[in-house]
């Protein structure tokens, strides 16, 4: 597939200062030459027969287009030499004006002159094939382009240079050591000097595969949310004003506030960041015994989405009891890290101590008026509190993703039945299947051992143009 030369504009569509075509493949140099004219002192006579323009190296002129030979734009045009690309093929970068309309001209004169449009992704899959990044490292560029935080985007970066793909080699690479040794000694019994010592190869695979795969699937069962986002939901009764507090904390109008019971019927989502955390806060539709078949679906959903939150906040009236509704919702959240929301202070005209039940007692508390506005940065300071606590022991910046993260899980499987086959005395040749099944899994998450179908997966989601 890689004989073909691909083509895309690279850059967001829209109106912007410069947008950029870019060409890889085996044509890209002379689809370049034939379609870019130089302007200024530059001459290619002096040239004459050898490829003019210096690797890397930026040059003005006119684009033209393939049938009329007319120009498109002035654009600065960028010849690089393989290997030292992106694809590892020869490429070239057209930066021109980025309106649509030109990107798409400069687009057609290269189609036009034997390029073929490239499918999303296609650039990084070619790096992939290439060799010069393994799966993780071109799976991190999306994550990358994704990023909604900080945080995400160091993750991302640090994957890109390649700190999972080392670790998983080097951890893969012992194995496939392990496997050799033992082979060898299926193969030539009287050969290989010494038998292998079951209780060393035991520590060693224990220690140098098993624990550092555990770490990685834990950072990923326990981190993963920073790529995702922390999922926070905001419940309560119907009118408590969770709606009123969804606005204030996401500073947007996003749900409907009505004085009505009974406003919010679904699920709104909002992304806000929290310590360059992302956070996706959904408010719901008030929780209550309700006849309303509208309501009744809202109020499914809501309990459906309590479940997989991280975090919830409980919002409740400043200074009224518990109603009975709200001592079920109590029950349903006991479980979960929870911060209760006393809205509406602004109605106190005294402080009142209210009783709260067991299920309730261990949590924080923070006094608010999402009307008013007020009580708002100590409530952000409690819930950023709670995700410093969530991320404090993340340390390093391994984070598999959940294709990783299943494919970790097998090897695991398969490593165990290896570590208590060597324990429990069974015969060599059967544990060279376990190997085998570990080394496979774990070459699946570099790319060294994968299905093309998988790979299409990948890829897809992407943007066209990386
Ligand atoms: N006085 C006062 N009124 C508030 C406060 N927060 C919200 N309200 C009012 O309470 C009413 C209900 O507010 P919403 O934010 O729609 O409440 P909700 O919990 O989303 O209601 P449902 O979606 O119907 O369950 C509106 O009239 C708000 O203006 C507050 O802090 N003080
Ligand atoms: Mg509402």
Do not use: W
């Amino acid at each position: 597939m890689t004989s073909s030369t691909i083509a895309a504009i690279a850059t967001p569509a829209g109106r912007g200062g410069i947008g950029i075509v870019r060409i890889s493949g085996p044509q890209s140099f002379s689809i370049g030459l034939r379609l870019f004219k130089p302007l200024s002192n530059f001459s290619t006579s002096t040239s004459y027969n050898r490829f003019p323009y210096k690797t890397h190296r930026v040059y003005f002129g006119h684009f033209h287009s393939y049938h009329q030979n007319a120009p498109i734009d002035e654009v600065l045009i960028v010849f690089m030499k393989s290997p030292r690309t992106y694809t590892r093929e020869d490429v070239v970068e057209i930066h021109g004006h980025a309106g649509y309309q030109t990107l798409k001209s400069i687009l057609k004169a290269v189609l036009d002159a034997g390029a073929v449009l490239a499918e999303p992704g296609e650039f990084t899959k070619r790096a992939y094939l290439n060799g010069r990044i393994d799966l993780t490292q071109a799976e991190a560029v999306i994550d990358l382009i994704n990023a909604r935080s900080d945080l995400s985007r160091e993750i991302a970066f640090s994957q890109i240079t390649g700190n999972l793909r080392k670790l998983i080699s080097d951890i893969r690479k012992l194995l496939i050591d392990t496997m050799t040794h033992i082979q060898a000694e299926i193969d030539f019994p009287d050969e290989i000097p010494t038998s292998i010592n079951r209780d060393m190869l035991f520590s060693e695979i224990y220690n140098q595969v098993v624990l550092p795969i555990q770490k990685l699937i834990k950072n990923h069962d326990q981190y993963y949310f920073l790529h995702e986002g922390i999922q926070a939901i905001i419940i309560g009764a119907p009118n408590v004003g969770k709606s009123s507090l969804m606005n204030c904390l996401s500073r947007k109008e996003k749900s409907i506030v009505t004085s009505y019971p009974g406003t919010t019927r679904d699920l709104i989502e909002e992304h806000v960041q929290f310590l360059g955390i992302p956070m996706v806060l959904t408010d719901t539709a008030g929780l209550h015994e309700s006849k309303d078949p509208i309501e009744t679906l809202g109020i499914d959903s809501a309990l459906a989405k309590i479940q997989k939150a991280d975090l919830v906040l409980f919002v409740l009236q400043a200074g009224h009891p518990l109603t009975q509704n709200e001592l079920r919702i109590s029950e349903l959240i006991s479980k979960k890290r929870v911060i209760l929301v006393f809205n509406k202070i602004d109605l106190l005209t005294e402080y009142r101590e209210i009783e709260l039940p067991e299920t309730l007692a261990g949590f924080e508390s923070v006094h608010i008026s999402a009307l008013k506005n007020t009580g708002m940065d100590l409530l952000e300071t409690t819930i950023e509190n709670v995700i410093s606590q969530k991320i404090e022991s993340f340390h390093d910046s391994l984070l598999p993703n959940i294709r990783h993260k299943n494919l970790l899980d097998k090897s695991i499987i398969s490593l165990f039945q290896l570590t208590e086959g060597l324990l429990s005395g069974i015969p060599t040749d059967l544990l060279v299947l376990d190997l085998n099944d570990a080394i496979i899994q774990l070459g699946q998450i570099s790319g060294e051992d994968i299905h093309l179908d998988v790979l299409d997966q990948i890829f897809n989601d992407f943007c066209i143009g990386k």
